[in-house]
């Protein structure tokens, strides 16, 4: 009876052994610095307002482009298990491009006869992105050098836009006969910002040079919107917005840490 004791003791022991290696086998803790590209959500958006002149309607527009910009993304967490983890990333992306203005203008003192140009802004405006992502990380395949992890989750969106305030123009027309011309000849613009909930998702492989240091490269898709306000109708007067996408697909890579 002794004996038997004396050898569960000692199998209760190896097995409460086992579980603490286990529970330090794995690294708890992740780090990760990301530098790359970023395509937003959507390629172009625009603003239209309305107003009037002469007793007529006028109409102004401002077409924004975003093409591919660069994107940073920094965060860590700790694995709860070693497959399932929980963490937090701060991400950043930057997009600039001229816009093309346009307006529409009546001729002051005949009906009906309106003039028209376009013509892009003489400096490139900004869409400057922030997100703060939450995310839950799974693990599927891990060894001593390599590591692939999927992860997702809710993300908070802040967007700064250099949105135009103003378009102004020179008209020429004749006073009584139906001739009207303009020209666009200069704008003004603010940064405006909006903020919005959405989601994000991704994958990143990893490969270490020892237990601590690394390199790898990920791949995240995230989308959201944002109410920005319509800044060419707050200029003739109106309270409007303009729904936006936000977040897009990052690609990069950079340094993982693990400890």
Known sequence: MRYAAAVGGVVLGLVMSASADAQTTFERGWIDVNLGVAVAAEDAFSMRASGEIFSEQADFGADYSLPRGASFDFGGGVMITPIIGVGVSFSGTAHEDIAMLSA????????????????????????????????????PVQSPHFRFRVFGGPTFFRVQQDAVTDIRYEQNYLLFLPVNAIEITEFDHERIEATGWGFHGGADA????????????????????VDLENTLATAVGDNDFVNVKAGGFQVGGGLRLKF
């Open 104 to 139: 529409r203008i009546p001729h002051p003192r005949i009906f009906n006869v309106y003039a028209t140009d376009d013509a892009p802004t003489d400096q490139v405006l900004q869409r400057i992105e922030s997100g703060i992502n939450v995310q839950a990380m799974i693990v």
């Open 206 to 225: 990893s490969f270490f040079f020892n237990r601590v240091i690394g390199v790898g490269g990920f791949a995240k898709f995230s989308r959201g919107s």
